[in-house]
């Protein structure tokens, strides 16, 4: 499927991270999202009933970071895969989570996890 929507660069705050003190005070977190469905519908009708509301992945991504917390990105990412499965009619999710403040001891710009998930595995 070469259909996609993306949405890239959200941002949001949550309480994510190994240790107590990673997880005491909300921090920033980065989330891509790319969907892989079929768009010809949506494309011959004009009509966002026939595809998926941006906004509503926008929500759904706002609310796994900042409502909830994890130890490990993978698990933030795994979580945002599987609610997009979940509640959008979509073949396949990557999701990609960036912590641009992960305590490294070095200058950095962000740790990635990417994380892709398809229907029925």
């Given at each position: 499927m070469?259909?996609?929507?993306?949405?890239r660069?959200?941002?949001?705050?949550?309480?994510?991270?190994?240790?107590?003190?990673?997880?005491?005070?909300?921090?920033?977190?980065e989330?891509?999202?790319v969907l892989r469905?079929?768009?010809?519908?949506?494309?011959?009708?004009?009509?966002?009933?026939?595809?998926?509301?941006?906004?509503?992945?926008?929500?759904?991504?706002?609310?796994?970071?900042?409502?909830r917390?994890f130890?490990?990105l993978?698990?933030l990412?795994?979580?945002?895969?599987?609610?997009?499965?979940?509640?959008?009619?979509?073949?396949?999710?990557?999701?990609?989570?960036?912590k641009?403040?992960?305590p490294?001891?070095?200058?950095?710009?962000?740790?990635?996890?990417?994380?892709?998930?398809?229907?029925?595995?």
């Amino acid at each position: 499927m070469s259909d996609r929507i993306t949405l890239r660069g959200m941002r949001f705050t949550g309480r994510h991270g190994v240790s107590d003190e990673e997880r005491a005070a909300p921090q920033p977190f980065e989330v891509d999202l790319v969907l892989r469905l079929d768009l010809s519908g949506p494309a011959r009708t004009d009509e966002l009933a026939d595809t998926i509301n941006y906004a509503t992945l926008f929500d759904l991504a706002g609310r796994i970071v900042s409502e909830r917390s994890f130890h490990l990105l993978e698990a933030l990412a795994a979580a945002i895969a599987d609610a997009v499965l979940a509640e959008h009619p979509v073949d396949d999710v990557e999701v990609r989570v960036r912590k641009p403040e992960a305590p490294l001891s070095g200058a950095f710009d962000a740790v990635e996890v990417r994380i892709r998930r398809r229907r029925g595995d």
